[in-house]
């Protein structure tokens, strides 16, 4: 009897929660497409007024998931008796719910207000800082940056690493003590293989991007091209904007930006399919879990491999080109006529080690990231101080890349991410890379006709793959699981280690 | 002491009034967005899951708006005493939250949500029963809506007539014992006025809109006329549905569409010239009412009287084309380089009774409104029944226009607007054209080189008297009060029967 009594109130319960799980994530989806509209489509004098009508959604959206009648449902569900009625996805919705619920209701009010003020006060303060390249008009907002992060890391807990805390926001059940070892690998055979790709006498004849490729030609290209590699254009649109992202609204309806630039063909090129890889993903995404909290990527980590895989992977591997570099060619006769495909192929995957992360190529890029996560993690422990930020940076882009900014916009100042207090969230970036070679190494092994598939522009068997493997669970598994799941071993550098070293052996001629 | 006491808690019912109002006013904002995106952003498979979260953000507008908040706030607000503490712009405010609250406040909530199941049942057994011309489909759902109706009424309250209580959804202040002797007069004139053109020899070249007009070249003339009728292209967009409309998002961003037919030049001529007229006045509207509720228009009549203004009163007139034809021809040069100006203005002021509604001219559209309007009133009070509807339209239809629509489904069943219980909608159409003509005549009057402007396409003038007198007060004045104060009068039927008759005249040569 009693037992059928707590059967009860838990289905009740299941009920309740359910629903309240829905009616956040419609609220998320109606933000998202306020943001997306701000960006995209709302004139020019319209745009401010967004951000009102974005602040209101967004708090009643906070309210709901920090909600007493979420901290009830959440402490009924989360029992080991609740868990065993309750199913594989709920479960799910119930985790991920209760990690935002618990986190947000540890941090006092009147601190998480004063956090949203200094963030906004830190944004206007680092892009003057950036545009008068004048390092101290952020550094004073930066430094509260970190010291709220210091304390936030305290309230959240950690086992054994304080920036654990800070990872776990963007990359669940990842730690220091875990990626440590991966980027220390990743570190020293990516600056080894740089060393050698210098010393080489081969250089890629990156001057053929030295022309200009009619906007015009580049549109009808990607539109081209999106569909083919399994962009479905009737569950999602292609638009422009000055910095490209990939914004879902709802699973059929996924929305990715491009910018074409008329000096700079390989922007939009690699720009589109890079947003293709994040809008292919949610598209995927089952329909199980349309209004649910697990209508997402499994993590910020596991997002970036699914674009970098495809971008990078697929997008500059030769078995790419062998298709697409005639059609290319179409597009751009008198700009491509004379240049063989080979010479394309070494072109587009130049290394050149470079000041800016957004524009590094796919060896160098990980290197920018290191500096920042070293930088990150030191700040926190309290080993270096936010002043000494621009030197630290500085020697250290010439340790691992051989080169010194001239100036901190083109260095220290030239990422967002700190002014919105994002710490913990560069790592994301190389994991994509990292996820995305072990990906690469499993794909390989059960899809055998993976490169002559793309030889023909027939992604159909890897995309149902990714599909299958990856994207149809959505947020149902951690990123750890996933990867365990799919390749059948824990994230490990290996794979991307040998994946750049033959890829550049063989264009380097090394 | 007490009188400060009472001041101190008036102002801060004020105060939270206005923060509360504000909130509603971005959910608002909010909705529209969505509401316009599924129209005409979002993917194809995309769209149905807006429904979803377009319901979740009025459902909260709702609650918001019949809130427990709400209602105390408007009881110390709507008090004689308060009133002395209130500016005119406060007072109204609050005049506009308190009618709906009451409203939405005096039907039961079990009768209320009912009424929302039979309206979504009754959209669809009305797409069904036009599709099939089969009006017994739609007839049951129709009889509940009337029944609904009468009930509404009897709870809303009206001093003479039941319709009244109807008519003040959307004509503020509204009754049947005003509009009666108006619509009677322009009923009779313009059956006469029907019938000496019918009985004229001439006959407008109306043939040289059978050609088609090319798609492109449609639109690149709506983008070049759009900016010099006054429509702030900064502070709006212009797209494209297969049902123009428009829509505030906010006072900077207001999108209106039309719809491009090679074989129909007129539709998105005209139909872009009407929204235009709409998308002008709210883009007009004081920052000032920015996030109140009185970010809108006057009412749903004076609202048309500005796109009625602008298509009709300036955009069909001669002084238009002596400018604009020159360009149009420039765009379709084979189509109208044979077609004199005088031609071409006769053409677009062609009259000739027709079946639908959306379609009429200038003259016609006030009787397919009138024959709604009656049956609608008749309906109510009684006196005819729902299933009797297809006989008494045709009746109408033949004695007001003398023709017969063969088939209910280009008869009753034409219009949407019962299907969402939408009676006492219809009036306003034609007192948009009965308020166009009285304004029209107090322009002519304060700006004397009214036609001489439009004859150089010069806006500024016309927009300015616009804007001051009509657009800058948005919902400050109730419609009665607006036309009063820009007219110097009631409002009534001579200024448009004059206009007509006057108009049409010269072009049939009666």
Redesign the interface.
């Known amino acids: 009897m009693e037992h059928k009594v707590l059967n009860q109130s838990i289905q009740t319960a299941v009920e309740a929660f359910k629903k309240l799980d ?2 956040i994530t ?2 998320t ?2 933000t998202s ?2 943001d997306w ?1 701000q960006k995209v ?10 951000s ?2 974005i ?3 967004k708090t ?1 959206e906070f309210k709901l998931m920090v909600s007493e009648e979420m901290g009830e449902l959440l402490s009924i569900l989360s029992t080991p008796e609740a868990a065993d009625h309750l199913d594989e996805v709920t479960k799910a919705r119930v985790r991920e719910r209760k990690d935002f619920y618990d986190r947000s209701n540890s941090i006092p009010s009147d601190m998480f207000q004063e956090y949203a003020v200094l963030t906004a006060q830190a944004n206007e303060s680092w892009e003057e800082a950036r545009e008068k390249n004048d390092f101290s008009i952020f550094c004073p907002d930066l430094e509260k940056i970190v010291e709220f992060n210091r304390k936030v890391v305290e309230i959240y807990g950690y086992e054994k690493h304080p920036y654990d805390a800070l990872l776990n926001q963007y990359e669940p059940g990842l730690t220091v003590e875990k990626l440590d070892p991966l980027f220390a690998k990743l570190r020293e055979k990516s600056i080894d293989l740089l060393q050698r790709i210098q010393q080489s006498a081969y250089k890629p004849p990156v001057e053929i991007f030295e022309q200009s490729f009619s906007v015009d030609k580049q549109k009808e290209f990607n539109r081209y091209l999106l569909p083919i590699l399994g962009f ?6 292609l638009d422009e904007t000055v910095h490209p992202f990939a914004q879902p ?6 929305r990715i930006t491009t910018r074409y630039i008329e000096k700079n063909v390989r922007a939009a090129l690699f720009g589109t399919i890079h947003e293709a890889g994040h809008g292919i993903y949610e598209q995927n995404i089952d329909e199980q879990f ?2 649910t909290a697990l209508q997402t990527g499994a993590s910020y980590g596991i997002h970036e491999s699914q674009s970098r895989f495809l971008e990078n992977m697929v997008g500059r591997s030769e078995e790419f080109w062998k298709y697409f570099y005639p059609k290319l060619q179409e597009h751009f006769p008198s700009q491509l006529e004379q240049v063989s495909e080979e010479d394309f192929y070494r072109a587009i995957n130049t290394v050149q080690p470079s000041m800016i992360r957004v524009e590094a190529d796919e060896l160098t890029y990980n290197l920018h990231i290191m500096i920042r996560y070293e930088i990150e993690k030191a700040l926190l422990e309290g080993e270096i101080e936010v002043k000494d930020l621009p030197s630290i940076w500085n020697q250290k882009m010439e340790e691992y890349l051989g080169i010194t900014p001239a100036t901190d916009s083109e260095g220290v100042l030239q990422d967002v991410h700190w002014s919105f207090g994002g710490l913990g969230y560069f790592p994301s970036y190389s994991l994509g890379n990292l996820y995305a070679a072990q990906i690469l190494n499993t794909i390989k092994k059960e899809c055998p006709n993976f490169y002559s598939d793309i030889e023909n522009a027939n992604f159909d068997n890897i995309q149902e793959w990714l599909k299958t493997n990856i994207h149809q669970y959505g947020k149902l598994y951690t990123p750890n699981d996933l990867i365990l799941k799919v390749t059948g071993e824990e994230l490990n550098a290996n794979y991307l280690v040998e994946y750049l070293e033959q890829k550049y052996s063989r264009i380097y001629q090394l």
Do not use: C, H, T, Y
């Open positions: 829905e009616k419609l609220f989806s109606a497409l306020l509209d489509m709302a004139p020019k004098k319209g745009r401010k007024a967004f009102k009508a602040g209101v959604l009643e479905d254009m009737e569950a999602g649109r609204i709802n699973i059929n309806d996924v349309e209004g």
